[in-house]
Nanobody, 123 residues
Framework: QVQLVESGGGLVQAGGSLRLSCAAS????????MGWFRQAPGKKREFVAA????????YYTDSVKGRFTISRDNAKNTMYLRMNSLKPEDTAVYYC????????????????WGQGTQVTVSS
């Protein structure tokens, strides 16, 4: 099975940067499409970004385009989310996810999820 472990969350100033990591355990290395979701207080979980394995194609929700960059290191079996120009509105718990089917992943019904990491952007 795919096991996902997140790291990199924290407190940053508005306009600052942060990089989140999501590592799949070595014994369960995955070639699944992977992505990031977030859930802010009082709001439902929303899609942020996704990346495929085969082509490295990337997809972003409109609110983060030009600011966030999703990538993956295939050798390390780790996915990253580089977040620049952070805004208070980006404050949320960020979750990584994976699924064999890209569309299942992006609709929030992925079969595998990380535990979540808190990102707080101060004003």
């Amino acid at each position: 099975q795919v096991q996902l472990v997140e790291s990199g969350g924290g407190l940053v100033q508005a306009g600052g940067s942060l990089r989140l990591s999501c590592a799949a355990s070595a014994r369960t290395r995955t070639t699944y499409p992977m992505g990031w979701f977030r859930q802010a207080p009082g709001k439902k979980r929303e899609f942020v970004a996704a990346i495929t394995w085969s082509t490295g194609s990337t997809y972003y929700t409109d609110s983060v385009k030009g600011r966030f960059t999703i990538s993956r290191d295939n050798a390390k079996n780790t996915m990253y989310l580089r977040m620049n120009s952070l805004k208070p509105e980006d404050t949320a718990v960020y979750y990584c996810a994976a699924d064999a089917d890209f569309y299942t992943l992006t609709t929030g019904l992925a079969g595998y999820w990380g535990q979540g990491t808190q990102v707080t952007v101060s004003s």
